[in-house]
Protein backbone atom coordinates (compact mmCIF):
# COMPACT_ATOMS: atom_id res chain seq x y z
CA UNK A 1 0.00 0.00 0.00
CA UNK A 2 1.30 3.23 -1.02
CA UNK A 3 1.09 6.01 1.71
CA UNK A 4 2.53 9.04 3.20
CA UNK A 5 2.42 9.85 6.86
CA UNK A 6 3.05 12.78 8.81
CA UNK A 7 3.61 12.70 12.67
CA UNK A 8 5.30 15.62 14.98
CA UNK A 9 2.68 17.60 15.05
CA UNK A 10 1.51 19.08 18.77
CA UNK A 11 0.70 22.23 20.92
CA UNK A 12 3.61 24.34 21.46
CA UNK A 13 4.26 27.63 23.04
CA UNK A 14 5.07 30.87 21.05
CA UNK A 15 8.83 30.87 19.99
CA UNK A 16 8.76 26.92 20.74
CA UNK A 17 9.70 24.56 18.17
CA UNK A 18 8.88 21.44 16.69
CA UNK A 19 10.34 18.60 13.99
CA UNK A 20 7.68 16.95 11.53
CA UNK A 21 8.45 13.89 9.90
CA UNK A 22 7.56 12.60 6.58
CA UNK A 23 7.53 8.90 5.82
CA UNK A 24 6.52 6.90 3.01
CA UNK A 25 5.02 3.03 2.60
CA UNK A 26 5.54 1.49 -0.41
CA UNK A 27 7.59 4.24 -2.26
CA UNK A 28 11.06 5.69 -1.71
CA UNK A 29 11.10 9.52 -1.24
CA UNK A 30 14.18 10.13 -3.02
CA UNK A 31 12.91 9.58 -6.27
CA UNK A 32 10.31 12.11 -5.74
CA UNK A 33 10.47 15.94 -4.64
CA UNK A 34 9.12 16.81 -1.67
CA UNK A 35 6.73 19.43 -0.48
CA UNK A 36 5.09 20.35 2.52
CA UNK A 37 1.39 22.54 2.69
CA UNK A 38 -0.58 23.44 5.53
CA UNK A 39 -3.93 24.57 5.78
CA UNK A 40 -5.13 26.92 9.03
CA UNK A 41 -8.76 26.88 9.43
CA UNK A 42 -10.75 28.97 6.94
CA UNK A 43 -7.69 29.09 4.84
CA UNK A 44 -6.39 27.32 1.66
CA UNK A 45 -3.73 25.17 1.81
CA UNK A 46 -0.33 26.77 1.14
CA UNK A 47 3.28 25.56 0.23
CA UNK A 48 5.41 26.34 3.08
CA UNK A 49 8.52 24.42 1.68
CA UNK A 50 9.92 22.43 -0.63
CA UNK A 51 12.91 20.13 -1.36
CA UNK A 52 13.92 18.98 -5.03
CA UNK A 53 14.76 15.09 -5.86
CA UNK A 54 18.20 15.04 -6.66
CA UNK A 55 20.59 18.37 -5.76
CA UNK A 56 18.70 19.58 -2.52
CA UNK A 57 17.43 22.87 -3.64
CA UNK A 58 15.09 24.15 -1.66
CA UNK A 59 12.19 26.71 -1.06
CA UNK A 60 10.41 28.62 1.25
CA UNK A 61 7.36 30.65 1.69
CA UNK A 62 8.13 34.14 3.13
CA UNK A 63 6.04 33.54 5.85
CA UNK A 64 8.55 30.92 7.47
CA UNK A 65 11.73 31.59 5.91
CA UNK A 66 14.64 31.76 8.04
CA UNK A 67 12.50 29.95 11.03
CA UNK A 68 12.13 26.67 9.03
CA UNK A 69 14.03 23.72 7.45
CA UNK A 70 13.40 21.23 4.84
CA UNK A 71 15.73 17.95 4.93
CA UNK A 72 15.49 14.67 3.68
CA UNK A 73 17.26 11.47 4.68
CA UNK A 74 17.05 9.17 1.94
CA UNK A 75 18.62 6.15 3.55
CA UNK A 76 15.80 6.48 6.45
CA UNK A 77 13.09 7.07 4.09
CA UNK A 78 12.08 10.59 5.71
CA UNK A 79 12.03 14.10 5.51
CA UNK A 80 11.81 16.56 7.42
CA UNK A 81 10.38 19.76 8.15
CA UNK A 82 11.79 21.83 11.49
CA UNK A 83 10.30 25.17 12.53
CA UNK A 84 11.42 27.26 15.16
CA UNK A 85 10.33 30.60 16.48
CA UNK A 86 6.88 29.43 16.07
CA UNK A 87 4.12 32.16 15.97
CA UNK A 88 0.33 31.50 16.60
CA UNK A 89 -0.62 32.74 13.02
CA UNK A 90 1.80 28.83 12.26
CA UNK A 91 -1.10 26.56 13.48
CA UNK A 92 -2.52 24.71 10.77
CA UNK A 93 -2.66 21.02 9.56
CA UNK A 94 0.59 20.52 8.08
CA UNK A 95 0.53 17.57 4.87
CA UNK A 96 3.83 16.29 3.21
CA UNK A 97 3.28 15.87 -0.69
CA UNK A 98 5.28 14.04 -2.54
CA UNK A 99 5.37 14.74 -6.96
CA UNK A 100 7.01 13.04 -9.61
CA UNK A 101 6.52 12.92 -13.10
CA UNK A 102 2.68 13.63 -12.63
CA UNK A 103 2.34 10.89 -9.83
CA UNK A 104 1.61 12.51 -6.39
CA UNK A 105 0.46 11.51 -3.42
CA UNK A 106 -0.48 13.26 0.26
CA UNK A 107 -0.56 12.75 3.53
CA UNK A 108 -3.37 13.09 5.98
CA UNK A 109 -1.63 15.83 7.97
CA UNK A 110 -0.16 16.51 11.13
CA UNK A 111 -1.82 19.23 13.58
CA UNK A 112 0.15 21.59 14.72
CA UNK A 113 -1.02 24.24 16.97
CA UNK A 114 0.78 27.26 18.36
CA UNK A 115 -0.58 28.79 21.57
CA UNK A 116 -0.22 30.38 24.68
Known amino acids: QVKLVESGGGLVQPGGSLRLSCTAS????????IGWFRQAPGKEREGVSC????????YYADSVKGRFTISRDNAKNMVYLQMNSLKPEDTAVYYCHALRYGIDYWGKGTLVTVSS
Open 26 to 33: GFTLDDYA
Open 51 to 58: ISKTDGIQ
